[in-house]
Nanobody, 126 residues
Framework: QLVESGGGLVQPGGSLTLSCTAS????????IGWFRQAPGKEREGVAC????????????FVVESVKGRFTISRDSSKNTVYLQMNSLKPEDTGVYYC?????????????????WGQGTQVTVSS
């Protein structure tokens, strides 16, 4: 089970780093995706990172709306995947989830199952 943390209230232009961890299982061999759900909107994929054994040349992916602002990375020693979010905008507000059951298309991420964890709330507001 994945656990998200690191959300909070931040002013526009600010930064936050979200963490995705799991107890009892290593995340290294899973592709991890971050999704978010803004108020009144459907959940959308934001970024993903391949497993450490992936042969894909492109190990990370972010959707166009956050490109240049969000970065996804993993720290195997901490069994954690991070989503570094810079230059935050009010439209980045939402609940952020990390998942393993997703697929990546050319431009988006699509969730495969129905289960979502608790997520972590990000609010960008002055």
């Amino acid at each position: 089970q994945l656990v998200e943390s690191g959300g909070g209230l931040v002013q526009p232009g600010g930064s936050l780093t979200l963490s995705c961890t799991a107890s009892g299982v290593t995340l290294d061999y899973d592709a991890i995706g971050w999704f978010r759900q803004a108020p009144g909107k459907e959940r959308e994929g934001v970024a993903c990172i391949n497993s450490i054994v992936s042969k894909d040349v492109e190990m990370t992916f972010v959707v166009e709306s956050v490109k240049g602002r969000f970065t996804i990375s993993r720290d195997s020693s901490k069994n954690t995947v991070y989503l570094q979010m810079n230059s935050l905008k009010p439209e980045d507000t939402g609940v952020y989830y990390c998942v393993t059951d997703f697929v990546r298309t050319e431009t988006t991420l699509q969730k495969l199952g129905d289960y979502w964890g608790q997520g972590t709330q990000v609010t960008v507001s002055s």
